[in-house]
């Protein structure tokens, strides 16, 4: 199930399926390497905003920009999965 990234508490490793914003949000996110199925790490969490580890980097979210990152828990099937990502879960050979 898809939550904002503000929902996830500190320590949480999900992926992120989707931005739940307009063009300028969204250009933000993918400019911090915050594409959809890249994993993502929180570091800190909560209503006010986010500190999360992503591509290696740790990037600061404000609570506004953080709520419109929705995300899935990293072993879940839903969402997209990305497969340039270090800690991206492979595809099982069929």
């Given at each position: 199930?898809q ?16 931005i ?75």
């Amino acid at each position: 199930m898809q939550k904002p990234l503000t929902a996830y508490p500190a320590g949480s490793v999900v992926r992120i399926a989707g931005i739940d914003g307009g063009r300028q949000a969204r250009a933000r996110m993918l400019a911090m390497g915050m594409t959809p199925g890249c994993p993502v790490k929180v570091l800190a969490g909560g209503p006010t905003g986010c500190r999360v580890q992503v591509r290696g980097s740790e990037v600061v979210l404000c609570c506004g920009l953080a709520g419109k990152i929705l995300a899935v828990e990293n072993n879940s099937d839903e969402g997209p999965h990305c497969s340039c990502c270090p800690d991206a879960p492979r595809a099982k050979a069929s």
